[in-house]
T-cell receptor, first 113, second 108 residues
Framework: SQTIHQWPATLVQPVGSPLSLECTVE??????LYWYRQAAGRGLQLLFYSIGIDQISSEVPQNLSASRPQDRQFILSSKKLLLSDSGFYLCAWSRMAGDYEQYFGPGTRLTVT | SQQGEEDPQALSIQEGENATMNCSYKTSINNLQWYRQNSGRGLVHLIL?????REKHSGRLRVTLDTSKKSSSLLITASRAADTASYFC????????FGAGTTVTVRA
């Protein structure tokens, strides 16, 4: 069966510090991978999606970047965090791109102080 | 941008009652999906209904889709305390666009 992992589970970082959130998927090959951010009481905002290694699309221009160094690994990064980067970050995967159901990781709660 | 919008924002019901929430959207879609999120956790896929389907069932869940009105509804029958969660609709085009969700509280 497929599983998706995210770490860390929680993170408190000062403004201006770097960020690296990691997501890995097990039990499937060539997954489509997604990074979302969820503000408190809000829906999910798609940040990045990837249909393959080195194939990453950005949905919202911002202070973040994503990389996919391996088929089943997706990393969300920032060089300098802003207060507005605080939120709940969710990684997800799907078998195909686009309108297929997605499977979510447990999320990372990021607080920028 | 959020394509789907859920209504109501919050719902409180007694255990055993039914819970109904609605989702409205603006553009043509390939399918519409419903997800559940327990507090502080990731989302769990509940059900997918394609644009050419009108109704779908899964256990105690019933989803309807009216493409002419660009709306969908999720019905949870005989609710349980474990159904307490936030429920999101997601409209599918080339990507999923999530609404802000309906928070459901089931009182024992």
């Amino acid at each position: 069966s497929q599983t998706i992992h995210q770490w860390p589970a929680t993170l408190v970082q000062p403004v201006g510090s770097p960020l690296s959130l990691e997501c890995t998927v097990e039990g499937t090959s060539n997954p489509n991978l997604y990074w979302y951010r969820q503000a408190a009481g809000r829906g999910l905002q798609l940040l990045f999606y990837s249909i393959g290694i080195d194939q990453i699309s950005s949905e919202v221009p911002q202070n973040l970047s994503a990389s996919r160094p391996q088929d089943r690994q997706f990393i969300l990064s920032s060089k300098k965090l802003l207060l507005s980067d605080s939120g709940f970050y969710l990684c997800a995967w799907s078998r195909m791109a686009g309108d297929y159901e997605q499977y979510f990781g447990p999320g990372t709660r990021l607080t920028v102080t | 941008s959020q394509q789907g919008e859920e209504d109501p924002q919050a719902l409180s019901i007694q255990e055993g009652e039914n819970a109904t929430m609605n989702c409205s959207y603006k553009t043509s879609i390939n399918n519409l999906q419903w997800y559940r999120q327990n507090s502080g956790r990731g989302l769990v896929h509940l059900i997918l209904i394609r644009s050419n389907e009108r109704e779908k069932h899964s256990g105690r869940l019933r989803v309807t889709l009216d493409t002419s009105k660009k709306s969908s509804s999720l019905l949870i029958t005989a609710s349980r305390a474990a159904d307490t969660a936030s429920y999101f609709c997601a409209t599918a085009t080339y990507k999923l666009s999530f609404g802000a969700g309906t928070t459901v509280t089931v009182r024992a």
